[in-house]
C-alpha cells in the first residue's frame, strides 16, 4: 500500500501508474522471497484482473458519462434552470435534492461538486442563505448520489468486495439511502 500511494504521488497523482509500479514491486517481493512460484504469481495477477474488469468498466462508462454531460453543460443548465425559483427558505432543501439528482445521474459526486460550486455559492449569497448551509447541502448530495447510483465508483467497488453485483449492491443499499435522502431533505428545510 505504502508503494502504491508513494508512486500514485511521485507521478503526479496517477493511479495507473501507482498500480503498475506497485504490481511490479509486488512481483518482484514475492519472487525474492521466494513464497510462491512465478507461474503462480503470475496467474494470480491475470486472476485478479479478470474479477476487476467488469468493475473497471462500469466505471469508467461512468466516468464517459460525466465526460458527455460536462460537454453538453447539464449540471450549469440544470441549475441555472431552477435558479429564478428559488428563495432562501427551501435552496438547501432542492440544491440537496437537484445535485443529489444530478450526481445520480452522472455518478461523478466530485465532478458535479466542482461544476456546481461556482454557480451555487455566489446564488446562495445573493440570497443570504449561510455558506456552511450550503456547503452542507452540496457535500450531503454528493454523498446521497453516489451512494444511491448502481454505477457510480463507490457502489461498484464496494459491490466488488462483497462479491456481488453492483445492481444487487445498490438495491440493497437504495432504501437505506432513500431513507437518508428523505431525512435530510426535512433537516434542509427545517433548519433553512
Not at 13 to 18: E, S, T, V, Y
Not at 69 to 95: C, H, K, M, R
Not at 159 to 186: D, N
Amino acid at each position: 500500500m505504502i508503494v502504491l500511494v508513494g508512486a500514485t504521488w511521485f507521478y503526479g497523482i496517477d493511479l495507473l501508474a501507482g498500480v503498475v509500479v506497485a504490481i511490479i514491486f509486488t512481483l518482484c517481493l514475492y519472487g525474492f522471497q521466494r513464497l510462491v512460484s512465478m507461474n503462480e504469481l503470475f496467474d494470480s495477477v491475470f486472476d485478479g484482473v479478470k474479477v476487476m474488469l467488469i468493475p473497471l468498466a462500469t466505471v469508467v462508462g461512468g466516468f464517459m458519462l460525466k465526460s458527455v454531460n460536462d460537454s453538453l453543460g447539464l449540471t450549469e443548465f440544470v441549475i441555472e434552470s431552477v435558479a429564478p425559483y428559488l428563495s432562501a427558505q427551501y435552496f438547501p432543501a432542492l440544491i440537496f435534492i437537484i445535485t443529489g439528482g444530478l450526481v445520480f445521474a452522472s455518478s461523478s459526486s466530485w465532478g458535479t461538486f466542482a461544476v456546481a460550486m461556482p454557480i451555487i455559492l455566489p446564488l446562495a449569497e445573493q440570497l443570504g442563505v449561510p455558506l456552511h448551509l450550503t456547503i452542507a447541502a452540496m457535500l450531503s448530495a454528493s454523498a446521497a448520489g453516489s451512494h444511491s447510483c448502481f454505477f457510480s465508483d463507490s457502489t461498484v467497488l464496494s459491490a466488488q468486495g462483497s462479491g456481488c453485483t453492483a445492481m444487487q449492491h445498490a438495491k440493497t443499499q437504495f432504501p437505506y439511502a432513500l431513507i437518508g435522502i428523505v431525512a435530510t431533505t426535512l433537516f434542509f428545510l427545517v433548519v433553512a
